[in-house]
């Protein structure tokens, strides 16, 4: 069974840095697509961050120049490196990441909270 577990969530303040990262597990196959989506309260999962196996990436325009993605296809790890937070990127921030068929597989979720 796959599952992806994220770490590296929690508490700083505005301007701050966190590192968040996913690893995948219960799969031989690498996937195709990897990335980080957030769900603030109230609003709607969005993506913020993805990054094909060639390593091509792509941004939401709200992070972009703060957030850098990458990952390891050896390990199938995914990586968030978030700097200059802001309050607006308070969120729980889910890894996700997509088989070569084209199936969704989702993390649990880690919160990140950015103080004023």
């Known amino acids: 069974q796959v599952q992806l577990v994220e770490s590296g969530g929690g508490l700083v303040q505005s301007g701050g840095s966190l590192r968040l990262s996913c690893a995948a597990s219960?799969?031989?196959?690498?996937?195709?697509?990897m990335g980080w989506y957030r769900q603030a309260p109230g609003r709607q999962r969005e993506l913020v961050a993805v990054?094909?196996?060639?390593?091509?990436?792509g941004y939401a325009d709200s992070v972009k120049g703060r957030f850098t993605i990458s990952r390891d296809n050896a390990k199938n790890t995914v990586s968030l490196q978030m700097n200059s937070l802001k309050p607006e990127d308070t969120a729980v921030y889910y890894c996700?990441?997509?088989?070569?068929?084209?199936?969704?597989?989702w993390g649990q979720g880690t919160q990140v909270t950015v103080s004023s």
């Open positions: 990054i094909s196996s060639g390593e091509t990436t």
């Open positions: 996700n990441a997509k088989s070569p068929l084209g199936r969704d597989f």
């Open positions: 219960g799969t031989i196959f690498r996937f195709n697509v």
